[in-house]
Every structure is written in structure tokens, then in C-alpha cells.
């Protein structure tokens, strides 16, 4: 996300300073004030994260370091500047269950009632960054995009060189294309925007139905793909955590940004279209395969 977004923030002209991980470790304040006081920005955007969800779970300081603390830090002395900061939730703040009511898409002001250390973290991120009436916090879910680390983002890679791909069924959510994503980032910084806002491509999805639909629009566009078969395997079985869970249901209602944006968000099939558009452009290698 951090990428894309940086890439549209100069697209609209904006004056941009970014730092990979070997540039600005988010904890490091000493380095952290130096930015702020030499560069003067009139917004900090924090898309830096720890996201393994199974990492987290095994080193819980280290996420509570990275997801939670480093984050607040920057609210605070963001705050103390008069600097607006963007920040990024996560839906593994629900636990996908509705007590007994009819299941419906979480809100932005849904409680949280996390399962797992990661989104324990997110959670109190968000509360606590709300009392700061300038933060503007997205609540992102299923985020691709080129250079991505998730299974949505390495599926076109996957689909291409493996015969046989096991994929992690029965969870439904909402996903994003980094890229859509950042270009409503972005207006909303443009707008002076505040707030916690759910942000992802409107409709439900499920992983398989992701990979299903992925390895469809790759033979629709004519490629000749190496994986003939795709095993769906219950996601509780195939990522199986000895301690913390994942929402079996973390579906976005996106009715308060798709309200607000002059060009709403692209269902999430388009917003996979979009995804292998910039996917084949930036694997050129892969792009003969017919
Ligand atoms: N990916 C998803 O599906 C998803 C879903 C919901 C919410 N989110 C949230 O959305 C935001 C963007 O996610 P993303 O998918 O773009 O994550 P990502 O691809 O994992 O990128 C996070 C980046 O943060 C860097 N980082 C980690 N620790 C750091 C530190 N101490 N200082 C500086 N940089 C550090 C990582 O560097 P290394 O690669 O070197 O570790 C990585 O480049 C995150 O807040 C994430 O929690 C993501």
C-alpha cells in the first residue's frame, strides 16, 4: 500500500518523502523527529506494518511494538505539530460473529471484538487514534497489489508456475487493489477528511472465489496457465493457528466512503482486473504466455 500510495501522492503533484523499512524504522523516535522537524509535512501517512498474521501471534511484543505503540507515538507527536496522520486498521478487528442476528457487513462504528494478537493490536490502535480528531484511519480487508506479500498478491505468479495450488476456503470478506485503494486515500487527504473509514472494493468475496475468478480472467484474456487444478481446503485447516483465529466473516459495509468519493470504488472484479493490468505490466516475463 505504502508503494501505490506514494506513487498517486506524486501523481497529484504532491511534494512526497518516503522511506522504506532501511530508511525509517517507525519505532526509531530519534529518526522519527528528525523527519518531522526537517521536512515540516503537513501529513504523515504510516503504512508501515507488521501484518504476518501467524508471526504476530508467535511474537506478540513485536507487533504490539510495531502495530500499536509506534503508531500511537506518531498520533501523539503528529498531534503536539499540527500534523494530520493517516493510519491503517484492519477488519481482523471483528470476530465475524453476530450474535445470533442476521449476519450483515461490519460498519465503521461496529465494535471490536478481536481474535488474534494482530488484530488485538489494530484494534486498540483504533480506539485510541480516534481521540485525536485529525487522524484520518482507514480499515482496510484482503489488500493486493504488485510487490504484495499476500496470497491474492502472489495468486497470478502462483496460477502461472504451479500445477496444482491449495487455497484456504470458507472465509468471506471484502478485498482491495492497492492501487484503487490509494487513489481514495488520497482524495480523502485531499479533502481534509478525519475519521475511521472502511476501505475496500464493494461486494463480498472469499479467497476461492478470488482464486476462482483470478485463474478465470487469465484464460479469458487468453494465457496459458500452468495450474489445471485447485484444491479449496477449509481455512481453519490449512492455516491453522495454535492460538489466535481469524474472522470467518469480515465483510466491509463501504457505504460511507463509496457516499463521499467522486469516483467511487470499482467492484472487486474490476479491482482484480485492475490488479493484472499493473501485475502483467510489471512481469513483462509472463506476459507472451498465450
Ligand atoms: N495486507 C492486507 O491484507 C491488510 C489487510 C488489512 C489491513 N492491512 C493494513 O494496511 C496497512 C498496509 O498493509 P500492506 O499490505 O501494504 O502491508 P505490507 O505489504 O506488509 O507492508 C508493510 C511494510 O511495513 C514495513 N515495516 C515493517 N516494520 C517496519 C518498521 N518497524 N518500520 C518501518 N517499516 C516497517 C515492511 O517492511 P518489510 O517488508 O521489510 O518487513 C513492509 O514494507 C498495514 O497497516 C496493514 O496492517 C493490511
Not at 509535512?41 to 508467535?58: G, K, L, Q, T, Y
Request: glycine share 8%.
Amino acid at each position: 500500500m505504502g508503494r501505490y500510495l506514494e506513487k498517486e501522492f506524486r501523481a497529484r503533484r504532491h511534494e512526497v518523502l518516503s522511506f522504506r523499512r532501511q530508511e525509517l524504522d517507525i519505532c526509531d523516535r530519534g529518526a522519527g523527529l528528525k523527519v518531522l522537524e526537517e521536512f515540516r509535512p503537513e501529513v504523515v501517512v504510516n503504512a508501515a506494518a507488521f501484518c504476518n498474521f501467524d508471526s504476530c501471534e508467535r511474537d506478540e511484543g513485536k507487533s504490539r511494538r510495531i502495530n500499536l505503540e509506534a503508531p500511537l507515538w506518531w498520533s501523539e507527536v503528529c498531534a503536539e505539530r499540527g500534523v494530520r496522520l493517516v493510519l491503517f486498521s484492519s477488519d481482523y478487528i471483528f470476530d465475524g460473529i453476530f450474535d445470533g442476528k442476521r449476519v450483515r457487513p461490519y460498519r465503521e462504528e461496529d465494535e471490536a471484538k478481536p481474535l488474534s494478537v494482530y488484530g488485538r493490536h489494530k484494534a486498540e490502535l483504533e480506539v485510541r487514534a480516534r481521540e485525536v480528531a485529525s487522524n484520518l484511519i482507514f480499515r482496510p480487508s484482503w489488500i493486493f497489489g504488485v510487490g504484495g506479500k499476500t496470497f491474492m498478491s502472489l495468486l497470478p505468479r502462483l496460477l502461472f508456475e504451479l500445477k496444482r495450488l491449495e487455497v484456504a476456503s470458507g472465509k468471506l470478506g471484502s478485498c482491495l487493489h492497492a492501487g484503487d485503494g490509494a487513489r481514495a486515500v488520497v482524495e480523502l487527504v485531499e479533502r481534509g477528511a478525519s475519521g475511521v473509514w472502511n476501505l475496500a472494493h464493494p461486494g463480498e468475496t472469499s479467497w476461492e472465489g478470488f482464486a476462482a475468478e483470478c485463474r478465470g480472467e487469465l484464460a479469458r484474456r487468453g494465457f496459458a496457465l500452468v495450474c489445471q487444478e485447485m484444491e479449496f481446503v477449509p481455512y481453519e485447516f490449512l492455516l491453522r493457528s495454535p492460538s489466535g483465529k481469524r474472522p470467518a466473516y469480515s465483510v466491509l459495509d463501504v457505504g460511507k466512503i463509496q457516499g463521499v468519493l467522486k469516483e467511487p470504488l470499482v467492484d472487486w472484479k474490476e479491482g482484480l482486473r485492475n490488479f493484472l493490468d499493473c501485475w502483467l505490466k510489471a512481469n513483462p516475463e509472463y506476459a507472451d504466455r498465450f
